[in-house]
């Protein structure tokens, strides 16, 4: 990622590129949170609320904003314990995903791979 990287607040900055990006883990992390959130039918709403944390702070940099969120985090104001993730929630969940998160994580592997042909 080069020596021209600064990291902040979980995000790194690239002056020369200008650019933010999410860094590896945090990407890794978004990725992996949002596939269980895909997979369950039912979620705890403190589970929910840390993967709402982590999916709007990465919103922030990821395509597709902040915006498809609403609904989930109606879900905390709504639930008391488990919170039910219906169809039209996991579909948004899912086109965040493979359209932003996914393409992220293939940024990470192109990068790196232009790294060890240059290294």
């Not at 705890?44 to 609320?49: E, K, R």
């Not at 109606?74 to 948004?92: C, F, Q, V």
Request: hydrophobic share 35%; proline share 5%; charged share 25%.
């Amino acid at each position: 990622m080069g020596g021209h990287t600064i990291t902040h607040l979980s995000f790194e900055f690239d002056p020369m590129r200008t650019e933010v990006r999410l860094p590896p883990n945090k990407k890794l992390r978004a990725s992996t949170t949002t596939q269980a959130l895909l997979e369950a039918k039912t979620v705890p709403t403190a589970a929910l609320d840390e993967s709402l944390g982590l999916l709007s702070h990465c919103s922030y940099v990821v395509p597709l904003g902040r915006p498809f969120l609403r609904n989930l985090f109606s879900l905390l104001r709504h639930t008391d314990k488990m919170a039910r993730i219906s169809k039209e929630e996991i579909k948004l969940l899912g086109r965040w995903k493979s359209n932003a998160v996914d393409m992220y994580i293939n940024e990470l592997a192109e990068d790196e791979h232009k790294e060890n042909i240059t290294n």
